[in-house]
């Protein structure tokens, strides 16, 4: 069973920047693709970023490409994504998955955070 934490939520301002970390735990965390999902208030939950297990692979949304940055340190069984240039649109809540192979489809994912709020104000 894989355990999934994310942190690092918050309240900053558009322009600004922040980096949203999980943590997993349960099965090996280096045999896992990992990215980001996030759902705005009254929306579907949508695919921000992945990262293959050996980090060669990383995909973008097309919404965050350029300002958004997936990494992970397999050591530390932890994924980050750092945000910069934050804008409003990006308000949300972040949720961490894993699945077997990187993929930007939700229906691959086999393990899911329990999410972080990001706000970005005006």
């Known amino acids: 069973q894989i355990q999934v934490v994310e942190s690092g939520g918050g309240l900053v301002q558009a322009g600004g920047s922040l980096t949203l970390s999980c943590r997993t735990s349960?099965?090996?965390?280096?045999?896992?693709?990992m990215g980001w999902f996030r759902q705005a208030p009254g929306t579907g939950r949508e695919f921000v970023a992945a990262?293959?297990?050996?980090?060669?692979?990383?995909t973008y949304a097309d919404s965050v490409k350029g300002r958004f940055t997936i990494s992970r340190d397999n050591a530390k069984s932890t994924m980050y994504l750092q945000m910069n240039s934050l804008k409003s649109e990006d308000t949300a809540d972040y949720y961490c998955?894993?699945?077997?192979?990187?993929?930007?489809?939700?229906?691959?994912?086999?393990?899911w955070g329990q999410g972080t709020q990001v706000t970005v104000s005006w």
């Open positions: 349960g099965r090996g965390f280096s045999n896992l693709a």
């Open positions: 990262i293959s297990r050996n980090s060669i692979t990383r």
């Open positions: 998955a894993a699945s077997p192979y990187i993929s930007a489809n939700i229906n691959d994912v086999i393990a």
